[in-house]
C-alpha cells in the first residue's frame, strides 16, 4: 500500500509564497516522475509541474519563472515552491507520483490541499 501526505496549502496575499510539499510511503520500491496538479472550481484539472526522477523538470506557461519544483529522492518528497502568486493560482493543488510498488507501477494521488490567493 501507498500513501502520498500533502501539506502546505493556505491562504497568502498576491505577491506572496507558499511551500507545498507531498511525501509518499508504503511498499515503493521505486518513484519515477512526481508532480503538481491543480483544480480550480469549474475547471479542469491541469498540470502545473512536473519533475522526472533524473530531475529534468517542466512547467506549465502560467507558472513559469515563479513556481519551481524540486524533490528529495532520500524522504519520498516532492515540493512545490510557489512566489508571486497570483488569484489565479487559487485551486485545489494535488500531487501525482509514479510509483513501482509491489505489484506493478501506477500513478498515485494526494488528497489536494488548498491554497487561496486574495487579499
Known amino acids: 500500500q501507498v500513501q502520498l501526505v500533502e501539506s502546505g496549502g493556505g491562504l497568502a496575499q498576491p505577491g506572496g509564497s507558499l511551500r507545498l510539499s507531498c511525501a509518499a510511503s508504503?511498499?515503493?520500491?521505486?518513484?519515477?516522475?512526481m508532480g503538481w496538479y491543480r483544480q480550480a472550481p469549474g475547471l479542469q484539472r491541469e498540470l502545473v509541474a512536473a519533475?522526472?526522477?533524473?530531475?529534468?523538470?517542466n512547467y506549465s506557461d502560467s507558472v513559469k519563472g515563479r513556481f519551481t519544483i524540486s524533490r528529495d529522492n532520500a524522504k519520498n518528497t516532492v515540493f512545490l515552491q510557489m512566489n508571486s502568486l497570483k488569484p489565479e493560482d487559487t485551486a485545489v493543488y494535488y500531487c501525482?507520483?509514479?510509483?513501482?510498488?509491489?505489484?506493478?507501477?501506477?500513478?498515485?494521488w494526494g488528497q489536494g490541499t488548498q491554497v487561496t490567493v486574495s487579499s
Open positions: 501525482n507520483v509514479a510509483i513501482r510498488g509491489l505489484l506493478a507501477t501506477r500513478d498515485y
Open positions: 508504503g511498499s515503493i520500491f521505486k518513484i519515477y516522475t
Open positions: 519533475i522526472t526522477s533524473d530531475g529534468s523538470t
